[in-house]
Each structure stands twice: as structure tokens, then as C-alpha cells.
């Protein structure tokens, strides 16, 4: 499988006297919907599409649960999810305070098969 990607002139952010360089980018074709999503799931087992898609909804949403409780998601082979802070340092840890935290994301950690099936692309 081909992997779809366009290239981009892109400066330095941290140099902006440096030349820009060209970069790929990966590019989307298209997007896969959950309700074909679950229709392919459920063409692929016992469980009917409306059942697949609850499973879907109830998944993420245990998981959007999980990660505000501070755990770490582990999906299996997929891979796992947990959140990562972004923060302004201070100059002591007795001066750092919540206004020091600029944003929260998430952070995916790929499983062994998911990081593999990129090697031949």
C-alpha cells in the first residue's frame, strides 16, 4: 500500500534566517465514518452495526473517563493513550502554579503491530 503524501517548503520556526526546506506531508484521501466503519465490523462478525457503533461510543467514552481519572488507556495491540501536559517553566518548583500549564493533549503511544505495518510503506 502506497503511502499518500504532497511536499511542503517549510522554514525552521526556531531559525527563521534558515533556508525552508521540502517536507512531506501526509495527505488524507478520505475519511472513514463510523457508521462504515461499523458496517465493516459487523460484516466481519456476529454483532449487528447499531451494537458495533454502541460498543464504539461506550469505548470512547470509558476512555475520555479513564484519561480525566490520570490513567493510562491500553488498547492492546492497537497501542495506548494518555495525556501530556505543555508548561511555561519557572525558576523553582515552589514558583511553578497551575498558570505555568499552557494546554493538555492527548498522547498515543502505537502498539508493536500498528508501528510495523509502517515499515514497508
Known sequence: MALNYSI????????LEEAKKAYAKAQV???????????RVSS???????????VIIATVENMIDGL???????FGDLGKFRLQITSRGAETAEKFSTANITGVNI???????????????
Do not use: C, H, W, Y
Not at 466481519?44 to 454502541?54: L, M, P, W, Y
Open 107 to 121: 498522547q498515543f503511544i502505537p502498539g508493536e503491530d500498528l508501528k510495523n505495518i509502517f515499515a514497508g510503506m
Open 68 to 74: 480525566r481519572a490520570g490513567e493510562q488507556v491500553d
Open 8 to 15: 511542503a517548503m517549510m522554514g525552521n520556526p526556531m531559525n
Open 44 to 54: 466481519q462478525t456476529t454483532a449487528s452495526r447499531a451494537d458495533v457503533t454502541a
Open 29 to 39: 484521501s478520505q475519511e472513514l465514518s463510523l457508521k462504515a466503519l461499523a458496517k
